[in-house]
Nanobody
C-alpha cells in the first residue's frame, strides 16, 4: 500500500522559512514524480512544485518561483520543499503526492496523496 506522509508545517511570520518533508513508501516502481500542492480555505487545490525521479527535472508555480526549492533524496524516498520568504498568501494546507513519471503540476497526474500539513504565515 502506497503511503505518503508530510511533515514540517507550522506557523511562521512573513519573510520566514519552513521546510516540508515528504516520505513516500509502499511502491516498487522507480520512475515517478513527487509533487507538492496546496489548498487554501475556499480555494481549489493548486500545484506548487514537482520533481521527477528519472532526471531530477523540477517545476514550480509562478507564484513560488525564486522562493521555494524542491529537492529529493532518492535513497530515502524523501522529497523536501524549502520555502523561503514566505508570504501570508502562502497560507494553506500543503499536500505531497505521488505521480506518473512525466508529471508536471497537473492534479490529474497524481494518484496517491498524503493527509497534508498546515502552513500558516502571519503578517
Amino acid at each position: 500500500e502506497v503511503q505518503i506522509v508530510e511533515s514540517g508545517g507550522g506557523l511562521v511570520q512573513a519573510g520566514g522559512s519552513l521546510r516540508l518533508s515528504c516520505a513516500a513508501s509502499g511502491f516498487t516502481f522507480d520512475d515517478y514524480a513527487i509533487g507538492w500542492f496546496r489548498q487554501a480555505p475556499g480555494k481549489e487545490r493548486e500545484g506548487v512544485s514537482c520533481i521527477r525521479r528519472s532526471d531530477g527535472s523540477t517545476y514550480y508555480a509562478d507564484s513560488v518561483k525564486g522562493r521555494f526549492t524542491i529537492s529529493s533524496d532518492n535513497a530515502k524516498n524523501m522529497v523536501y520543499l524549502q520555502m523561503n520568504n514566505l508570504k501570508p498568501e502562502d497560507t494553506a494546507v500543503y499536500y505531497c503526492a505521488l505521480g506518473v513519471a512525466g508529471a508536471t503540476l497537473l492534479l490529474a497526474d497524481f494518484g496517491a496523496w498524503g493527509q497534508g500539513t498546515q502552513v500558516t504565515v502571519s503578517s
